[in-house]
């Protein structure tokens, strides 16, 4: 028997909620670990520490930013401890978001199916609790974030709750609109 899923209109906050969490994740990875990858891996350290083993080993002219490196890598072993600390502290922040947004989408949609404003209103927590730990990560380290990730996990704690009633009432074949 073929079944429509039919979803409220209200679900629209849903979507809403997801697709700025994923911008937000892009700008996170731009305005914190970019901001400083700029200040730390600039043109004259670049050159100045591998511009002539860049040319002999791979050709050309080395450039700003220190690409491949991630925060462990050739480059980062020249930086001071203080840049190196900087670097890896906003890389951390928005690493754990990439690791986590997966999860936090899915949990966010699912559980919008049955309670589309709550779930999103969950989406908007973590949108906000996402710039107090990249804010908090960047700036004091680990310890700087647990206002953030206090936050977070709030909100996907409550949205796994909701995946889980949302699944229940599926599995005994509520009805969307009841």
């Given at each position: 028997?073929?079944?429509?899923?039919a979803v409220?209109?209200?679900?629209?906050?849903?979507?809403?909620?997801?697709?700025?969490?994923?911008?937000?994740c892009?700008?996170?990875g731009f305005?914190f670990?970019g901001?400083?990858?700029?200040?730390?891996?600039?043109?004259?350290?670049?050159?100045?520490?591998?511009?002539?083993?860049?040319?002999?080993?791979?050709g050309?002219?080395?450039?700003?930013?220190?690409y491949?490196?991630?925060?462990?890598?050739?480059?980062?072993?020249?930086?001071t401890?203080?840049?190196?600390?900087?670097?890896?502290?906003?890389?951390?922040?928005?690493?754990?978001?990439?690791?986590?947004?997966?999860?936090?989408?899915?949990?966010?949609?699912?559980?919008?199916?049955?309670?589309?404003?709550?779930?999103?209103?969950?989406?908007l927590?973590?949108?906000?609790?996402?710039?107090?730990?990249?804010?908090?990560?960047?700036?004091k380290?680990?310890?700087?974030?647990?206002?953030?990730?206090?936050?977070?996990?709030?909100?996907?704690v409550?949205?796994?709750?909701?995946?889980?009633?949302?699944c229940?009432?599926?599995?005994?074949?509520?009805?969307?609109?009841?």
């Amino acid at each position: 028997m073929p079944v429509i899923l039919a979803v409220a209109n209200e679900f629209g906050y849903v979507l809403l909620s997801v697709a700025l969490l994923a911008f937000e994740c892009i700008l996170i990875g731009f305005f914190f670990p970019g901001r400083v990858r700029s200040q730390v891996f600039t043109e004259e350290f670049m050159k100045s520490k591998f511009g002539r083993v860049h040319t002999e080993e791979v050709g050309g002219e080395i450039g700003k930013g220190g690409y491949p490196d991630m925060g462990s890598g050739k480059y980062s072993q020249e930086l001071t401890y203080s840049d190196w600390y900087r670097f890896n502290n906003a890389q951390r922040a928005h690493y754990n978001f990439v690791e986590g947004i997966s999860t936090a989408i899915t949990l966010i949609v699912v559980g919008g199916i049955y309670y589309p404003i709550v779930s999103a209103s969950f989406g908007l927590a973590m949108i906000i609790g996402r710039i107090i730990y990249s804010i908090g990560y960047t700036a004091k380290g680990a310890p700087g974030r647990l206002v953030g990730v206090a936050l977070i996990d709030i909100a996907l704690v409550a949205t796994l709750v909701l995946s889980i009633m949302t699944c229940v009432k599926m599995i005994l074949g509520h009805s969307i609109t009841q």
